[in-house]
C-alpha cells in the first residue's frame, strides 16, 4: 500500500509537469512568498528593464550644481567700464573739472587751482547771476595770440570722460558782473557801478583799482542785452575781459548759451579748498531783484562714479549669493 501511494503521487506529478520544463529555481516551487508587488505573482511593479525609481519626483527634481560667484578679477574690467560711463555721464550733464591758467581771477583764483563747475542747473533753465564765477566758451577770439599747450592723448582722454580737468583751453573764467538788462560802469577808478550801484568788491586783487583808467576799454558805460553776460576778471589790470572785446561781433558781451557752468568749489590743492558763493554786495537793495535758486554739486566726477558703481557691485554679489542660495 504505501508502494501504492508514492506511484500515485509520482504519476500525478508526471501529469503536472507534462509539457513544460521544471524550473528548478522558481521560488514558489522552494515555498517562497512573494509580495503583492512581485511581478511574478501578478503584483504591479516597474517593468524589469526599468530600475526602480530613487524616492524623488524625478531625474527633473535633481539639485543642480551651486553657481560659483565671479571672481573679483573677471568682474572688474565691467565695473571700470561703468565707473567711465558713469563719469562721462557726470561730466557731461552734472559737474566737470577745470584748471585755471591763467592770473586773471587771482586771488579769488590762483594759476594750477582746480575747480568744479556746475552744469546740472542749466539743464533746467537757471541762467548766470551776477557775483557768479563762470566758465564759458570762447565767444569771439578772445585768447587769440595767447599761447596754449597741447595736451597729450592720454590727458585728452581722461578730460574727455572727466577724470582729469578738463584739457580744452579754449574757455575761460571770469565773474558776472551785469545780465541782460543791466547798465555797468566805471569812471575814473571806481567804484564799478551796476544800476547806478556802487560795488563793493573786496575780493578784487589786491593793489589794484576796481576800474581801470586807460582808453582801451577801462572806461565805460554799457548796457547788457537780453540773452548775455557782462564779465569781469578779480585781477582788474591783468584781465582781458569784456571791457577788451568791446570791437568783438557781441560788443564784449558772452551770450548765455556760450556759458558752461557756475564754478562752485575750489578742489585742488586741497590747501585752497573752499567754495565760491555770490559776494554780499550783490544782494544790496535796488541791485539784485531775483535771488538765485540755483543748487550745486561739490563733489568732483571720480567720486560720484565709484558711488555710483558700489550699487551695482553690491547688486550683483547679492544676486549671485541668491543664485546659489536657490540653486
Not at 565691467?78 to 585755471?100: M, Y
Not at 540773452?227 to 578779480?234: I, L, N, R, T
Request: aromatic content about 6%.
Amino acid at each position: 500500500m504505501g508502494d501504492v501511494a508514492v506511484g500515485a503521487r509520482s504519476g500525478h506529478e508526471g501529469e503536472e509537469h507534462r509539457g513544460r520544463p521544471v524550473d528548478t529555481a522558481d521560488p514558489a516551487g522552494d515555498g517562497a512568498v512573494t509580495s503583492g508587488s512581485d511581478p511574478a505573482a501578478g503584483g504591479e511593479g516597474p517593468p524589469a528593464d526599468e530600475p526602480p525609481g530613487g524616492g524623488g519626483d524625478g531625474p527633473g527634481d535633481r539639485t543642480p550644481k551651486a553657481k560659483k560667484p565671479r571672481s573679483f578679477w573677471k568682474e572688474l574690467p565691467i565695473l571700470i567700464l561703468i565707473a567711465l560711463v558713469l563719469a562721462l555721464i557726470i561730466k557731461t550733464f552734472l559737474v566737470q573739472a577745470f584748471s585755471i591758467p591763467s592770473a586773471s581771477m587771482e586771488n579769488t583764483l590762483r594759476v594750477g587751482d582746480r575747480v568744479l563747475v556746475d552744469k546740472l542747473t542749466p539743464w533746467f533753465g537757471s541762467e548766470p547771476e551776477r557775483g557768479e564765477v563762470v566758465v564759458f566758451h570762447d565767444p569771439d577770439n578772445w585768447l587769440a595770440g595767447e599761447a596754449t599747450t597741447e595736451p597729450n592723448a592720454v590727458q585728452t582722454f581722461l578730460s574727455w570722460i572727466g577724470l582729469m580737468p578738463s584739457a580744452e583751453e579754449k574757455d575761460l573764467i571770469k565773474r558776472v558782473i551785469g545780465v541782460g538788462g543791466d547798465t555797468v560802469s566805471c569812471k575814473g577808478t571806481g567804484p564799478l557801478k551796476v544800476n547806478g550801484k556802487a560795488l563793493d568788491e573786496p575780493y578784487v586783487y589786491p593793489g589794484n583799482t576796481p576800474c581801470s583808467q586807460d582808453d582801451q576799454g577801462g572806461q565805460f558805460t554799457v548796457k547788457v542785452p537780453e540773452g548775455s553776460v557782462w564779465v569781469m576778471g578779480d585781477h582788474r589790470q591783468n584781465s582781458r575781459d569784456s571791457r577788451y572785446n568791446q570791437s568783438d561781433k557781441n560788443h564784449g558781451m558772452v551770450p548765455v548759451d556760450q556759458v558752461v557752468g557756475r564754478a562752485i568749489v575750489k578742489a585742488w590743492p586741497i590747501t585752497r579748498w573752499g567754495t565760491l558763493p555770490v559776494p554780499d554786495t550783490f544782494d544790496q537793495s535796488g541791485l539784485n531783484d531775483q535771488s538765485s535758486a540755483s543748487a550745486a554739486l561739490t563733489v568732483a566726477p571720480e567720486g560720484l562714479a565709484l558711488a555710483g558703481t558700489v550699487p551695482v557691485v553690491l547688486w550683483r554679489r547679492r544676486r549671485a549669493a541668491a543664485d546659489s542660495a536657490n540653486g
